[in-house]
T-cell receptor, first 114, second 114 residues
Framework: KAGVTQTPRYLIKTRGQQVTLSCSPI?????VSWYQQTPGQGLQFLFE???????NKGNFPGRFSGRQFSNSRSEMNVSTLELGDSALYLC?????????????FGNGTRLTVT | AQSVTQLDSQVPVFEEAPVELRCNYS??????LFWYVQYPNQGLQLLLK??????LVKGINGFEAEFNKSQTSFHLRKPSVHISDTAEYFC????????????FGRGTSLIVHP
């Protein structure tokens, strides 16, 4: 079974621009979560989608948004980029997103904002 | 809400020595516990999980962890480490009984020296 695929692996953007990151979950997984990882803050939860609906949301500003398609693929968008948005963005999928359902992570997208 | 504390940000150890990475959690309800490993430039990978039953859990790559409810701990151990175990290790806790998002610790960097 193919793992979680995130594209692109690396991105360099300028302040004020917007960016879209893509995530293809493991086949059959219906839950997709997004995390931001930085050296200072560790892993911070952005949001979770299940069956095309946002089911859980972290404490991030409205500039961060996402969506999930009928095939469970997910995208996240960051508008009006700030320098502080530079981070590794990780996508994780699981069968149901339930409490005991382990997360399967992609290798991430490294976003650098200059 | 639950929280996770990984007591050591960095653990240096020599090859073939034993290692213990400490994790404490707090929660007012029953929890599920996980350890994940992150190798450089990769996403997180599940090492092991505790859902119920035996408090000693065995995972991949020779790692094991013990759930201690009275001390609210879930320490990760390996009797003999290899250079290839050098990575970041994350403890995570999830509330049982719903689609709750796991809370991750800040991570422990295991550095294995030859």
């Amino acid at each position: 079974k193919a793992g979680v695929t995130q594209t692109p692996r690396y991105l360099i953007k300028t302040r004020g621009q917007q960016v879209t990151l893509s995530c293809s979950p493991i086949s059959g997984h219906r839950s997709v979560s997004w995390y931001q990882q930085t050296p200072g803050q560790g892993l911070q939860f952005l949001f979770e989608y299940f069956s095309e609906t946002q089911r859980n949301k972290g404490n991030f500003p409205g500039r961060f948004s996402g969506r999930q398609f009928s095939n469970s693929r997910s995208e996240m968008n960051v508008s009006t980029l700030e320098l502080g948005d530079s981070a590794l963005y990780l996508c994780a999928s699981s069968l149901t997103g339930g409490d005991n359902s382990p997360l399967h992570f992609g290798n991430g997208t490294r976003l650098t904002v200059t | 809400a639950q929280s996770v504390t990984q007591l050591d940000s960095q653990v240096p150890v020599f090859e073939e020595a034993p290692v213990e990475l400490r994790c404490n959690y707090s929660s007012s309800v029953s929890v599920y516990l996980f350890w994940y490993v992150q190798y450089p430039n990769q996403g997180l990978q599940l090492l092991l999980k505790y859902l119920s039953g035996s408090t000693l859990v065995k995972g991949i790559n020779g790692f094991e962890a013990e759930f201690n409810k009275s001390q609210t701990s879930f320490h990760l151990r390996k009797p003999s480490v290899h250079i290839s175990d050098t990575a970041e290790y994350f403890c995570a806790v999830s509330r049982s009984g719903g689609s709750y998002i796991p809370t991750f610790g800040r991570g422990t960097s295991l550095i294995v020296h030859p």
